[in-house]
């Protein structure tokens, strides 16, 4: 029981399979599921890994999901996700000819799943290279991210590391800049920051943001400009726009 996740949800059920990272044990489907191409592909997808699908009653659907979501008549009974290792995958990334300035994406104590699934997310589309995610006090790869991240998870590369300073120390030993995103006066225009090679983007914790030592370690600390009442934007808004002024930068 320990070692197994119910991903539910038709799209992330669909990425799970198609990334074939994860042990699949059974699919589950509930009694008269309605035909969309996304369970068009996940019966192949399960076909082609094996897996004959089972039909279970909704309430056992409910129960797999935790009442946390929408689990749209299929659920996945598969193994725990799989993290990188931070020793392996910096020098892998960094001698890798085939990534060209890439972006990492570090979060510092991000708790929320539902912006942790979509930093995730914002990741993928940005082409990030590694996510790099504290072991304590920070939320982690859950059934909930998952679904969270429309299931973009699967293809990221992520890993647990205990000190968040160290890798922050480490990049900067490997010539790799980082923005930290902190809402200050002593910060400067994100749109400001010239990005010119591989470089890493932290975003802090939901209301605490950075901590002073994770501040200290950045290259540069950058605030987005806010023109309206509420003078603050959540993590996971956030971490999208700098990865998306990062990925534009380096692409341009």
Excluded at 41 to 49: E, F, G, N, P, S
Excluded at 51 to 79: D, I, S, W, Y
């Amino acid at each position: 029981m320990a070692n197994r996740d119910f991903i539910y949800g038709r799209q992330p059920v669909r990425e799970v399979l198609a990334a074939g990272k994860r042990r699949i044990s059974a699919l589950y489907l509930g009694a008269n599921p309605r035909p969309s191409p996304e369970l068009e592909d996940i019966l192949r997808l399960a076909d082609q890994a094996g897996v004959t699908p089972m039909r279970v009653k909704r309430n056992r659907l409910e129960q797999m999901a935790g009442n946390h979501g929408n689990h749209q008549g299929v659920a996945l009974e598969v193994g725990r996700f799989s993290y990188a290792e931070w020793r392996d995958a910096l020098p892998e990334i960094i001698t890798d000819t085939t990534s060209h300035n890439p972006i990492f994406l570090i979060l510092d104590r991000v708790q929320d799943p539902q912006n942790l699934g979509s930093l995730i997310r914002s990741a993928d589309a940005a082409g990030v290279a590694l996510i790099v995610i504290p072991r304590d006090r920070a939320a982690h790869v859950t059934p909930a991210v998952v679904r969270a991240s429309a299931g973009a998870s699967e293809h990221a590369r992520i890993c647990i590391v205990a000190n968040l300073v160290t890798c922050l120390r480490e990049l900067a030993e490997a010539g790799i800049d980082s923005i930290g995103l902190e809402a200050d006066d002593a910060s400067v225009e994100l749109a400001s920051v010239k990005v010119s090679g591989a470089t890493a983007v932290v975003v802090g914790s939901e209301g605490k943001g950075l901590r002073r030592l994770v501040k200290e370690n950045c290259t540069t600390l950058a605030r987005i400009p806010m023109h309206g009442r509420v003078n603050s934007l959540n993590a996971g808004v956030a971490g999208a726009i700098a990865l998306y002024e990062v990925a534009k930068q380096l692409k341009g």
